[in-house]
């Protein structure tokens, strides 16, 4: 009797993976933060040792999980068309849920922004709200994202080309125009004379941009991993999905970004 271990796995193109504890691993860490950063919010005392304890630990797990999935495609040449026709297809319906996101979110200011209730004086942004002025850091911002997904583009162009040392350039500018909208974004919120809790234009204006900002940062990760795999020499003219992946979703936080200053800070500013 023949076993499963004894076929050829080269007589298909998909990669049947080992057995890994880091999905689940990562499921139960992440949970244990969602419940933690709920018990912070709630001033529980012990809640802030557990958020950072949880953190460290997520990002121990995605590490070591991703860590194997590079192994894989990169050096054990598991990756092949068919695999990365399965994890575009992935990535574009993550892109997607992550549209879904952002659009409930557009929902709810367009329905408090549109029709304002008396609540809130009838108009809007709500009277007596000192909102921020568009033309100041937010072009600031608009500009240096609208820049770093033209760089961003070049790098994905020289690793086609075959050209590593732009698509190291491209990268290293991307990340760092990345760095500095985080920090001006930063600064934004620490001159700011509303906060979340003022009327419902502040708590639409911090989810939007906030969860914007963390989508930045997640983005600004991924392009670093990039990088540092670019100067390892793990990117080739004709393999570098964990590259296109991290472009993607890139120029998915530059739309947003888009939408976000055309609506809330243009058009929903005073």
């Not at 790098?155 to 350039?169: D, F, V």
């Amino acid at each position: 009797m023949f076993s499963r271990y004894n076929f050829n796995t080269e007589q298909h193109p998909f990669h049947l993976v080992d057995q890994s504890p880091w999905p689940f691993l990562t499921g139960v860490v992440l949970l244990n933060f969602v419940l933690s950063l709920v018990g912070w919010f709630y001033m529980f005392s012990f809640s802030i040792f557990s958020v950072l304890i949880s953190l460290f630990s997520l990002i121990f797990c995605l590490y070591q999980w991703f860590g194997n999935i590079i192994i894989e495609g990169t050096i054990e040449g598991h990756h092949t068309k068919k695999v990365q026709k399965g994890i575009r297809i992935g990535m574009i319906l993550f892109i997607t849920s992550e549209i879904m996101f952002f659009f409930a979110f557009f929902w709810a200011f367009f329905h408090v922004s549109i029709s304002p209730s008396i609540s809130i004086g009838g108009i809007w942004p709500p009277f007596g709200l000192d909102v921020l002025n568009p033309w100041h850091i937010p072009l600031l911002n608009t500009l240096m994202l609208l820049s770093s997904g033209v760089s961003v583009t070049w790098a994905h162009r020289a690793i086609i080309a075959g050209n590593r040392n732009a698509l190291i350039q491209g990268l290293l500018i991307t990340i760092l125009l990345g760095l500095l909208f985080t920090e001006c974004q930063i600064f934004e919120y620490l001159t700011a004379s509303f906060a979340i809790n003022s009327s419902v234009y502040g708590t639409t204006f911090y989810l939007l941009t906030g969860f914007h900002g963390f989508h930045v940062i997640i983005g600004s990760i991924l392009l670093s991993v990039c990088l540092i795999r670019a100067i390892k020499y793990h990117f080739i003219r004709l393999h570098h999905l964990g590259l296109e992946a991290s472009i993607w979703y890139w120029h998915f936080v530059d739309i947003v970004w888009i939408f976000l200053y055309l609506m809330l800070y243009i058009w929903g500013g005073r």
